[in-house]
């Protein structure tokens, strides 16, 4: 792992979040939040989405980065980053893994990878609460409290 979450709140994440996940991303534009859902996907302790470069969500990472999301019993901060279009060859891995992940709608009509604007969006937890099997699991800077 890049982060340095713990491993054992790592695997759940992995387990909930590592295929196609609703979950509710917050962003915040002048000292007010906003939240929507989105499609994401978690690996090696971040979420990733396919957007466009051109949405409200991406308009308010520019300005702040600061990032929230939540779903299936797990909340989080973060700091999102735009890694891109999803074509650059830098993204080639993560690219590989979000058509797999999302096959189910990518490829009819939501996605459009001929658009310069179609990005990968990165958030990168610095700290959550997980709750699993009765157990409240909270990490910060890869310290579990």
């Not at 090696?44 to 969500?57: E, L, Q, V």
Request: include cysteine; charge should be negative; aromatic fraction near 10%.
């Amino acid at each position: 792992m890049t982060n340095t979450i713990p491993s054992q709140i790592h695997e759940i994440l992995d387990q909930r979040f590592g295929c196609d996940s609703l979950v509710a991303l917050a962003t915040v534009w002048e000292g007010k939040p906003f939240v929507r859902p989105v499609n994401a996907f978690y690996e090696d302790g971040a979420f990733y989405m396919i957007t466009n470069a051109k949405s409200k969500k991406m308009e308010h990472m520019k300005k702040d980065p600061v990032a929230a999301v939540c779903g299936d019993w797990f909340t989080g901060h973060g700091t999102g980053e735009n890694l891109g279009h999803v074509r650059r060859e830098e993204n080639e891995e993560i690219a590989g893994k979000l058509r797999a992940v999302f096959q189910e709608w990518y490829d009819n009509g939501h996605v459009d990878e001929e658009d310069p604007n179609t990005c990968i969006l990165k958030i990168s937890l610095t700290d959550g609460v997980l709750f699993d099997h009765g157990k409240r699991y909270e990490f910060s800077c890869g310290q579990e409290k």
